[in-house]
């Protein structure tokens, strides 16, 4: 018997076209097509080996079987409703997962023991439902017919109304069900493992039934098969396994028993073990042979299936075949699949790629076979690294430290180094898997090499020494060190040298190691900022600003920050004065120490008795605020004495006597330099001008955080801003930094008056000085010194932002201190920017960052002024300048003026077309200053055609609440265009009529019924009253915007998709008449799906019939598909179709949308009636919908927080708006 299974395996017919060599060279597969309209097998590749007809032997012919009758042919047929209640099917038994699966599949087996053709109906229509369809395979179906023309029926009784089916649907029940069936499947073999799977007769007709499910053109059907083969095989990999350990244990009993003495030598054993062995052998021939044809018949079609979920399984399943059976499946035939799929267009196949990788790497025994796979795409693998989908370049950065583990030399410098790069990556998770690929490659600690060195007092070397001074090299060669801050969160969770603060301290203030070099300025000056970073991430806990969005902490993340505040407070309370003393004249590192107590738990000075330490810390203060005019040294000192003077603490009586001591001294200062810089009849030398100069930078600074309106000096800083106003002698500097104390001192002398019942004679003086403030800053607007202008107008917006009319709407006793900008104020500010923000930079002499920062600049003026705009401060209208820079400033500036546009927007959906339209005409009158008459076919006008345009986009799609607006629009275009004077030619075309070309761009997003009202309205206003007799080229741009109001009049709704299903299906078992459709023959049969075998009807494909169904709605046929390409090298493949379910969403989404609102209207009666060529409508009739009618004023309820870097320490409360980071701060 096993002779003849034998005799029948070896007869065993493989896949034509299937089969790959197994070769240790991995060529790139040549192209072959392969989408959703996918040809079935070819006949030959299908009638062989396991696609031959059920019942036939190993190679044997097909041979019919009988027709069953009696209890054998019961007939387990159930009606819909009983299988939507769920009466005991496999697939109700699965879904509902309230039994268990062995038990399920054990009484299968007993089923199938008994009438074997019964259970595999049952188990063939439950691969059949699991796919979503609601056919049902009788007994007599599949007794007279083949697996092909069961799918075939099938297909056509496929429900196509939904697209969705079990293993794509939500829900946690389906979740649940996916679970199911794929253990199902897998608990099926097992149970199976030893008698049923090798009777020739189940897996043939599953393998048969699933193989040809995989290349069916309906999704569903594929999707579905090839999740239940790919878990097929991997359960036939355990029973190869299973096969293979019994073998090696009776091959190794065979021997034993084989060694002994003749005369303990038991021969019945002998022989016992040796049939034995014959038998595991040729089931392990059987189950190999069933793993091939599954690989060729499936794996070697689905792996490049337009679908990525089903290329995803492949890669999944075929990385758990490697790790469990590396005898068969690590070899280079099978790895190479896994090879070129890195290049796959779908992140979550590349993903699924590297993961099948990763644990082969991770297995020592496993790496060692992969190094010609290594070798070939090793520089793929680090490609991935920079993958637009985060979570495949976490992924592969985790791979390549594995190979880095397998093997040091095989990743060159260069390799590395693009991996170092990502610490720096605003993806967090990204940088992290970076940190522990720069922490296993540089980071190593060695205990033997640091364990006996001493530094100075005898003290024992910490073993994160040599790792700290690695970094700070390492943070050196980056050259980025404004983001030390990116580099330490990387490292945070990796390696614990970031919080060894001793460490760090000694490596700046005590001397080296014999042996070791002392640390040069630029290292030290590197430690330090590194240090400070992991300071502020111990005591905060957060990311830093641009890593991901900050998240709550838990319970035991709130435990550790406090833990690491207490440890890092008590070590720096002793050592932050010493290594301020070392420092205190070098303003950078001084700068980054000062930021240290900002993150002290400062209770620890009076709890750990540290007073002494305070005093040596306030004292250097003191000395660093007197001797250092660098204003970011002055600014880190003032945030310190805020945090140390905050109230909440007891140490802040000790700490304010400092601070009044240090103000004091500092006032008395500037009043002698006052004194000196003005005295009368003397010029000021330079000796004066610095001192005055560093003076008012102190008062800045301290203005910043701290009141020192008790302190007044209002009076001086005001002359200063005088002077500068009425004499050119001033420096510049100086009256700048005047403005700013001037700004500053208002907002103070604000805060400081009684919201509830302020003091009117303060607020009266507030009032008069912020009245002078503005009059002379607008003075200094233009002033012959840049800075003191760029000044002015910063301190102008500022204080119109403060002072605008939400802080009368918020408190009315405020009313008062509103202060409005006139018309001059605001064409002013306008002007402003079109002198010193829309200008172009021409000299390419100009060094990089000096262009960089003095972009940077004009960014904050431009966010300044539209600060103005979307707190509805300064009038829409005054946009228009700013507008019409959009396209030409697009790379500089767009996000500002998009963000501006989408906020004036919701102000006033008209003002702003009017705006826009405003800002089109100003640029055509400047094309017509230009040319004189506008040449249409000029660059410059198809540039302001291209405003237009994107203009237009920035209405989006809705029609009904942008339809007054765009109705505005076309009506201040076609004042504008048809505009003629008094003593005009009515025969030659008015002087703007090409305009109209320039609004065409508009005409779509107006209504249907809109654009008969334009089209009169157009008529109405034509120089006459009348059309023009000529259609000479001069007049073509009136007949453009004509025909563009006049087309769609015709139009026929598109078909939906249910009259397009009865359209296709009305007819379906009779032959289709071509003549009756005015479309031709590739409208109905897409001629880019393979051409089935001979006998074998056309599949009715879902994504075919959505596709046609698109084409009859825009009356046109659309392009053929593109196939997935087997070969990637040289990029990614091409993006697979959209599935047709996702565009029919769309669609009948925006048609719902569309009736919706066409239903609305008319039940509201807002739309105009449809206009004769009589009617006197105007585009001034229209009404707003009264579901979009605005609220009663511009702001909402809610309020934020917006602090004023250049005025800390006030808070005032402005409506919400999201807008571009420059737009969130005050002044540069």
Known sequence: MRGARKAKSKAKVTVQGAFVEATSDLPVPENDSDSDFEEPMSVSGAGSGRGRKRGSGRGGSAVKRPRQTGAAARNRKKSEDEEDSGTGSLFDVVKSGKASLQSTVDEWIESYKNDRDTALVELIQFFIQGSGCKGTITPFMYANQEHAEIIRKMTEEFDEDSGDYPLIMSGPNWKRFRVNFCEFVQVLVRQCQYSIIYDQYMMDNIISLLTGLTDSQVRAFRHTSTLAAMKLMTALVDVALNLS????????????????????????????????????????????????????????????????EIRSICMAEIGTWMKKYPNMFLDDGYLKYVGWTLYDKSGEVRLCCLKSLQPLYDTEELATKLELFTNRFKDRIVEMTLDKEHEVAVQAIKLVISILQF?????????????????????????????????????????NSTNKLKIHRGKKQSLNTPLLRDLVQFFIES???????????????????????????????????????????????????????????????????????????????????????????????????????????????VANLLQIPQYFDLDIYTTSRQEKNLELLLRYLHEIMEKHTDSEVLEAASKCYESLCSEEFAIAGKCDVARKTLIDSLIAKFKESMHDFFAEGEEPDDDEIFALLACLKRIEALYSCHDLNSWDIWDDIFHIIKSGNDSQGIPEEIVCKALACGSQALLWYLNKLDEANPN?????????????????????????????????????????????????????????????????????????LTEKVFIEDDDDDIDENVKIEELHK????????????????????????????????????????????????????????????????QLYKELQMEMGAVDRSSEAFQSLKELSRRFAL?????????????????????????????????????????????????????????????????????????????????????????????QGDGEVHPITLKQATQRRYANKRKQIDVSDHDSNMSDWVDMSVGTPAPGVPVMASTAIKRRRMDEESVG??????????????????????????????????????????????????NLP??????????????????????????????TQNIEDPSHSGVIHHLPPVQVPSEMSHHGY
Not at 535 to 540: C, D, G, K, S
Not at 1130 to 1154: L, V, Y
Not at 1171 to 1180: K, L, M, P, Y
């Open 245 to 308: 350990i019994n073998l090696d244990n009776t091959q190794r009993q065979y021997e034993a028993e084989r060694q002994k003495q003749q005369p303990k030598r038991a021969n019945d054993r002998l022989e016992m073990l040796l049939q034995r062995r014959q038998e595991l052998e040729e089931n392990q021939a059987e189950i190999r042979n069933m793993l091939t044809y599954i690989f060729k018949g499936v794996f070697v079609h689905r792996y490049r299936d337009s679908q990525p």
């Open 407 to 447: 093997n040091e030399q095989i990743l060159a410098d260069k390799d590395c180094e693009n991996v170092y790069e990502l610490v720096y990556s605003s993806h967090r998770h990204v940088a992290q898997a970076a940190g522990e690929f720069l922490n296993a490659k540089l980071f190593r600690r060695d205990e």
């Open 479 to 589: 050259e980025l060190h404004e983001h030390g801050a990116y580099l330490v969160d990387s490292l945070w969770e990796i390696n614990d040298m970031m919080k060894d603060w001793e460490c760090m301290t000694d490596l700046l203030l005590e001397e080296p190691a014999k042996g070791e070099e002392y640390m040069d300025d630029k290292q030290e000056t590197s430690l330090i900022e590194i240090m400070v970073c992991c300071v502020r991430q111990a005591a905060t806990g957060e990311s830093p600003v641009g890593r991901g969005t900050s998240k709550k902490l838990t319970s035991k993340e709130n435990k550790q920050v406090l833990e690491d505040k207490t440890r890092l407070t008590e070590h720096f309370i002793a050592t932050l004065p010493q290594l301020l003393l070392k420092y205190l004249m070098d303003g950078e590192k």
């Open 760 to 832: 009117k004679n303060e607020m009266k003086s507030l009032r008069k000085r912020l009245n002078d403030m503005m009059k002379y800053c607008h003075d200094l607007l233009f002033h012959q010194q840049d800075k003191v202008g760029e000044e002015a107008y910063i301190t102008i917006c500022d204080l119109l932002v403060m002072f605008s009319r939400h802080l009368g709407e918020i408190n009315e006793v405020m009313r008062p201190l509103v202060y409005e900008p006139d018309k001059n104020l605001q064409q002013q500010l306008s002007n402003f």
């Open 858 to 921: 004009r960014r904050n003026f431009l966010a300044s002024f539209c600060k103005l705009v979307i707190y509805n401060i300064v009038q829409i209208r005054m946009a228009a300048d700013m507008f019409k820079h959009y396209m030409k400033f697009y790379n500089d500036y767009g996000d500002i003026i998009k963000a501006t546009l989408g906020k004036a927007r919701e102000i006033n959906k008209v003002s702003t077309a009017k705006t826009l339209a405003l800002s089109l005409t």
């Open 954 to 1046: 920035s209405f989006g799609l809705d029609q009904v609440k942008n339809r007054e607006a765009v109705a505005a629009m076309h009506k201040e275009g076609i004042v504008f265009s048809l505009h003629v004077d008094e003593h005009h030619d009515l025969s030659t075309p008015p002087p703007n009529l090409s305009f109209l070309e320039v609004i065409c761009e508009f005409t779509n997003k107006l209504m249907k019924q809109d654009k008969k009202v334009v089209l009169h309205y157009l008529d109405k206003h034509l120089p006459g009253g009348m059309m023009p007799q000529s259609r000479s080229e001069e007049w073509q741009s009136l007949f453009t915007y004509r025909n563009s109001l006049s």
């Open 1116 to 1165: 046109g046929a659309s392009e053929q598909s593109e196939d997935f390409q087997e070969s990637y090298i040289g990029g990614a493949p091409p993006t697979p179709h959209m599935s047709w379910m996702t565009a029919q969403k769309g669609q009948t989404g925006a048609q719902r949308h569309m009736e919706a609102a066409y239903g609305h209207y008319r039940q509201g009666g």
């Open 1169 to 1198: 009636p449809m206009e004769t060529e009589g009617s006197e409508a105007s585009i001034g009739d229209f009404e707003s919908p009264r579901s979009h009618v605005m609220p009663p004023g511009y702001y909402g309820d809610g």
